[in-house]
């Protein structure tokens, strides 16, 4: 790793093949020794200029301009193109190795929240120095100079990268984590076959930018709606990727169903376990109050009301977005965001003995007879590795049975409705009423 | 305390005399058992009725009824009203003793940053439960009780109580921290006079408040603008607090000072150190270049341009949210938030060793001559017991003695201002222009 030194990683990252999935290793390792200088960079064949001061005349990102290829530039910004030497920290060992993190919609509210929380280290823990990779469109690049601005003035110990850009080729080069939150809100009128499509095509794309330039083994969470297809979309565009690294987020969902579980039994909600959001984000999805546990006990042993159960609690789980946009104005973005942290630090630490999760995964392999081949909320537990198993120890009834089932059919026709985004044809959309969650776009 | 046993403390707080310091501390320790149940409230003298349900039909605030004194109301928010056992976690040592933290402004931008902050144990550390006193306007209880769902929705563990209000008297009792946001925007063609006579009257009653219901040893933050001078009569009208307790918030200049410090050096952020802020905060502040640090030398021997850091430094810190406004289409929320985590991080955590911070404080007994009674941005170290002490190995030059002077010329000037907010007589306007910092309201 020696020809690091003094090289900027962002010429190492333009590739004679931008697809080769080795490169991208080799690159992703160098950039954790690169020592960028900005004035006096080495004028090899790979020499760059960095602009990296952020007036307010200098407003454009700065930009790396690559002297034999000027499409593949990569942009740093700011006080975030200038020297550090991580490797120094990591070689005491106080600090672990860099991890980039990918962000779509990065200038959009959710990511306003999730981004500094990222940054101070509470999901990746406080010893995780981390690189941040936005995405945005072009018409929101001054918003997410904005968002890269007041990363700067955070002063995040852990912050060491910050590029933004509007091509996932670029942005997601070497990402370990994709966070895709991104997407286009439904427009007056627009059906859910009409959003599938619209979004599905967005997440196609970024499938494809995923598999040819992320970390081979990157983490996916897809949050865009309709997160499931979106997900499924992304995974089946991005074949060098294992599918089972791409998850749709329920776990709002699942929080909120924890509290109106507490709610109703009047505990707190940390003594609320074993939650499980099945199947599709969406009004399909099924909250399971038959696995749940509240100090310990079945939710049926502590909550008699059983006309609640099946009547209630899943509107009022599926409601509280439309009840919070009619409350506070907007969506809910502080609580997305937290969910978010939260389906990340289910991956990264040991799942507590006992408990489980709930996220969108492929289905592929489940011991549930759910069907194969689409991407469906279900329990999960993982050892913190970044990777997760199925639960097996849930029971069944017919009620529950027959309310997966009809998420499972839901996500089928949705499936057909996006055949021509996942390769396997021609669409055929049936899809049911509009099952959009209220206060989602 | 075992009268707290089953008496909801809401019903405690009902006292003969609001205004009783001795009685609110007793409250504050007894709200620590208390374990309130929804069904069986006990019918005593103090029995009240507690509504928990976060539903859209029942969209008001959960209300505490209280028999024999209607207009003394305590609100509590959806499962925050619920039971739990508390005390038990502090027995074990695994938690601290909860505080209760008020925060003004509550349903805005800045506040909907800070408060999932400190409700994730990011400010005041992870075995510290919480309570959240949220103090918005009539106009934005809606938008409050929006805040206080996806606070509910965000399931962390060490929040523990979240009250909503519009009156100061009952949302600041026994607050150890009052963070006051909250402050009207300039309209348009009104003068600083006009805007330091509209915040200045909210800033007194808030005082007045703080002075007859929050903890006697309460620590405020008042960010609403202009906020020296805010705080100022803050301070005034709350003699029974000592003033030394009162901050007005230049952290946010502090941190974009360290930036582009860092920036013009090339360094990473981490390298800086030793920067003050002086003064006020508007465009008379006085960015400390004489005493910063970089990589432990001095700044002027690491920057060599003298006419940078004398002309363009200053002026790049304060263009910073101008700056930011004209990008993002919206003012620094999320870096202001941080801002504020790191103000009461520096109050509640031991300064690091030869570092300082600078706070706006009370000038009495201050060793750099600047003049007393007003609060004024100064050098600070903590030994992390929430108190501080000024730094006294700071050196001046004829420049820095100058701007130093002009700022205090400014606070003098805005405090003949509001002399009929703190109680000195007839005010007496002689501001000079516009000192508001780009960006701000």
């Known amino acids: 790793m020696a020809v690091a030194e003094f090289i900027p990683s962002s010429s190492l990252n333009k590739r004679t093949?931008?697809?080769?999935?080795?490169?991208?290793y080799v690159s992703t390792q160098i950039s954790h020794q690169r020592r960028l200088s900005v004035r006096s960079l080495p004028r090899t064949n790979y020499s760059s200029q960095i602009c990296c001061s952020v007036t307010s005349k200098e407003a454009q990102a700065p930009t790396v301009v690559q002297a034999d290829d000027p499409k593949k530039k990569n942009e740093c910004y700011g006080v975030f193109c200038l020297t550090y030497d991580l490797k120094a920290e990591e070689e005491t060992g106080s600090w672990k190795k860099m991890i980039s993190v990918a962000v779509s919609g990065a200038a959009g509210m959710i990511a306003n929240h999730l981004l500094f929380k990222i940054a101070s280290g509470?999901?990746?823990?406080?010893?995780?120095?981390i690189a941040l990779r936005l995405l945005g469109s072009e018409r929101s690049l001054q918003a997410l100079e904005g968002v890269a601005m007041e990363l700067e003035d955070s002063l995040y110990p852990l912050l060491r990268e910050v590029n933004i850009g509007t091509d996932p080729y670029e942005v997601f080069q070497d990402a370990e984590w994709a966070l895709l939150i991104g997407a286009k809100p439904r427009g007056p009128g627009m059906e859910r076959a009409g959003l599938l499509d619209i979004n599905g095509q967005i997440y196609?794309?970024?499938g494809k930018a995923l598999n040819a330039v992320a970390s081979p083994n990157v983490k996916v969470i897809v949050v865009g709606n309709p997160c499931n297809t979106n997900a499924l979309i992304c995974l089946k565009n991005a074949p060098n990727i294992p599918a089972k690294n791409f998850h749709a987020l329920t776990r709002l969902d699942e929080n909120r169903a924890k509290c109106q579980l507490a709610l109703k039994a009047g505990v707190f909600y940390d003594k609320v376990s074993n939650v499980t959001i099945w199947g599709n984000h969406s009004t399909t999805q099924v909250p399971d109050f038959l696995n749940a546990k509240i100090n310990g006990l079945s939710v049926k042993e502590v909550i008699k009301d059983t006309k609640w159960l099946e009547e209630e609690f899943t509107e009022k789980v599926q409601k509280r977005g439309g009840v919070l946009i009619q409350k506070w104005g907007r969506s809910s973005a502080a609580s997305t965001a937290v969910s978010i942290v939260d389906a990340i630090r289910s991956l990264v630490t040991p799942t507590p003995e006992g408990d489980w999760f709930s996220t969108g995964v492929y289905t592929n392999g489940n011991p549930y007879g759910i069907a194969e081949d689409i991407v469906f909320s279900m329990p999960c537990r993982s050892k913190g590795d970044?990777?997760?198993?199925?639960?097996k120890e849930v029971i069944f009834d017919d009620y529950l049975r027959s309310r997966i089932k009809k998420s499972e059919d839901e996500l089928l026709a949705e499936k057909r409705c996006v055949a021509h985004l996942t390769g396997e044809g021609i669409a055929v959309c049936d899809l049911p009423g509009d099952t959009m969650l209220p206060g989602e776009m």
């Open 204 to 206: 196609a794309a970024q």
């Open 386 to 391: 970044g990777d997760y198993e199925l639960v």
């Open 17 to 24: 093949s931008l697809y080769s999935s080795q490169l991208s």
């Open 122 to 129: 509470e999901v990746f823990g406080p010893d995780q120095p």
